[in-house]
């Protein structure tokens, strides 16, 4: 089956401890990216790949790393995280030279940062 | 830069009721536009799309029609259904610092009373 899944799906964690939000799509995208959902502000991107080793930042790069090593996954770093960052998480892929167009979306990661 | 205003919700209706939920956007140049729709617990998908001014994109009974006089891509449902209950995102896609991205409004919950 075809999906991007992501991995933990929900996580607690306290002020400064680093951690790593898995994502992986089995569809041989290119383009890859991460979003921060919070209530009122709609998804805000944080980081995004157009390929293997090429990423960049987005809108809310702040506080967050990636690294593209491979073409299926692209894990989400927090390497400080803080209570700011508690916020619904979702990485996205997408077909080649289609980077703006439709986007498939993992299930999600809730994250509570105390 | 490019921007996506949706209304506000949320939006609470009864079953058959008719549903209109209004998006306008501020773009450069041509963008696609989408909506997507958020089940509880899961994450988005697309629900339609539309590429150029007067197409209409339609899905599982909503539509929407790119207008770009108006500079609007409002969803439309003739009959809605309880199992229609989740939150609706209109996005367009945009070139922004030198990178084709989507732009998401900010998401519009809608609850279908039986």
């Known amino acids: 089956e075809a999906q991007v899944t992501q991995n933990p799906r929900y996580l607690i964690t306290v002020t400064g401890k680093k951690l790593t939000v898995t994502c992986s799509q089995n569809m041989n995208h290119e383009y890859m990216s991460w979003y921060r959902q919070d209530p009122g502000l709609g998804l805000r991107q944080i980081y995004y790949s157009m390929n293997v080793e090429v990423t960049d930042k987005g809108d809310v790069p702040e506080g967050y790393k990636v690294s593209r090593k491979e073409k299926r996954n692209f894990p989400l770093i927090l390497e400080s995280p803080s209570p700011n960052q508690t916020s619904l998480y979702f990485c996205?892929?997408?077909?080649?030279?289609?980077?703006?167009?439709?986007?498939?979306f993992g299930p999600g990661t809730r994250l509570t940062v105390l | 830069g490019d921007s996506v205003t949706q209304m506000e919700g949320p939006v609470t209706l009864s079953e058959e009721a008719f549903l209109t939920i209004n998006c306008t956007y501020t773009?450069?140049?041509?963008?696609?536009l989408f909506w997507y729709v958020q089940y509880p617990g899961e994450g988005l998908q697309l629900l339609l799309k539309?590429?150029?001014?007067?197409d209409k994109g339609s899905n599982k009974g909503f539509e929407a029609t790119y207008r770009k006089e108006t500079t609007s891509f409002h969803l439309e449902k003739g009959s809605v259904q309880v199992s229609d209950s989740a939150v609706y995102f209109c996005?367009?896609?945009?070139?922004?610092?030198?990178?084709?991205?989507?732009?998401f409004g900010q998401g519009t919950r809608l609850t279908i009373n039986p």
């Open positions: 996205a892929s997408s077909p080649p030279g289609l980077a703006g167009d439709t986007q498939y």
């Open positions: 539309a590429t150029k001014a007067d």
């Open positions: 773009a450069t140049g041509y963008p696609s």
């Open positions: 996005a367009l896609s945009g070139w922004i610092q030198g990178a084709q991205k989507l732009v």
